[in-house]
C-alpha cells in the first residue's frame, strides 16, 4: 500500500505537470509556426489563424484532462498531520 501512495503521490506531483509543460511548448511551437506562415503569406492569415486556433483547443484538451487528473488522483491521496510525516518520514530512514 504504501509503494502505491508513493506512486500516486509521484504521479500527481510529478507526471502532471510534465504534461502542462510539454502542452505549453507544443502551444508555443505552434503559435511560432502560424506567426511565420502569417509573415509569408499575409493573404492566408484567415486560414491560418482558423487552422491555429483549433489546434491550440485541441492542445488545450490535455492541459484541462491534467487539471482533471490532479484534482481526482488528490484526492486519493491520504492526508498527513505534521506528526504522523514525521513519524513516517522517522520510520522509513531507520531512525
Same mark, same amino acid.
Given at each position: 500500500? @504504501?509503494?502505491? =501512495?508513493?506512486? &500516486?503521490? #509521484?504521479? +500527481? /506531483? =510529478?507526471? %502532471? ?7 505549453? %511548448? $507544443?502551444?508555443?511551437? *505552434?503559435?511560432? $509556426? ?8 499575409? @493573404?492566408? *492569415?484567415? +486560414? ?6 483549433? $489546434? &491550440?483547443?485541441?492542445? @488545450?484538451? %490535455?492541459?484541462?484532462?491534467?487539471? =482533471? ?7 486519493? #491521496?491520504? /492526508?498527513? +498531520?505534521? @506528526?504522523?510525516? %514525521?513519524?513516517?518520514?522517522? +520510520?522509513?530512514?531507520?531512525?
Amino acid at each position: 500500500m @504504501e509503494n502505491y =501512495l508513493g506512486h &500516486l503521490a #509521484l504521479a +500527481t /506531483g =510529478l507526471g %502532471l505537470p510534465i504534461a502542462v509543460i510539454g502542452a505549453g %511548448l $507544443g502551444q508555443g511551437i *505552434a503559435i511560432y $509556426g502560424a506567426v511565420q506562415g502569417m509573415a509569408r503569406q499575409p @493573404e492566408a *492569415a484567415g +486560414t491560418i489563424q482558423t487552422a491555429m486556433i483549433i $489546434g &491550440l483547443a485541441l492542445i @488545450e484538451s %490535455l492541459v484541462i484532462y491534467a487539471l =482533471l487528473m490532479f484534482f481526482i488522483l488528490s484526492g486519493k #491521496l491520504p /492526508g498527513f +498531520t505534521t @506528526e504522523q510525516a %514525521l513519524q513516517i518520514a522517522q +520510520t522509513a530512514t531507520g531512525r
